[in-house]
């Protein structure tokens, strides 16, 4: 079992910059594909970034790549989402998201571990 608890999240005008953190507790966390979903109001959940247990692989959703970075950190049980120029788009509430998978999935039915989400807003 992972519980995950998001941190890093608040107001920022566009260009600027943030970092999400996730905090995972639970010894299996080092095996699991992690994901940063986002979800704004009136709009389904999207998938954001993922990176594999070793952190060797990554994935991104165009509308992030080359601006967002995912990291890991598994001696801290940690997962980072490092957002860059950032657009009024990109105003969300912003949920880590855990699964024990052989591939990475941008398919938020796949992760089965969330957190409670952390707000991102940026202004024009």
């Known amino acids: 079992q992972v519980q995950l608890v998001e941190s890093g999240g608040g107001l920022v005008q566009a260009g600027g910059s943030l970092r999400l953190s996730c905090a995972a507790s639970?010894?299996?966390?080092?095996?699991?594909?992690m994901g940063w979903f986002r979800q704004a109001p009136g709009k389904e959940r999207e998938f954001v970034a993922a990176?594999?247990?070793?952190?060797?692989?990554?994935s991104y959703s165009d509308s992030v790549k080359g601006r967002f970075t995912i990291s890991r950190d598994s001696a801290k049980n940690a997962v980072y989402l490092q957002m860059n120029s950032l657009k009024p788009g990109d105003t969300a509430v912003y949920f880590c998201?855990?699964?024990?998978?052989?591939?990475?999935?941008?398919?938020?039915?796949?992760?089965?571990?969330w957190g409670q989400g952390t707000q991102v807003t940026v202004s024009s």
């Open positions: 998201a855990g699964c024990v998978s052989a591939v990475i999935s941008t398919a938020k039915d796949a992760y089965n571990h």
């Open positions: 639970g010894r299996a966390y080092s095996r699991y594909i």
């Open positions: 990176i594999s247990w070793s952190g060797a692989g990554t």
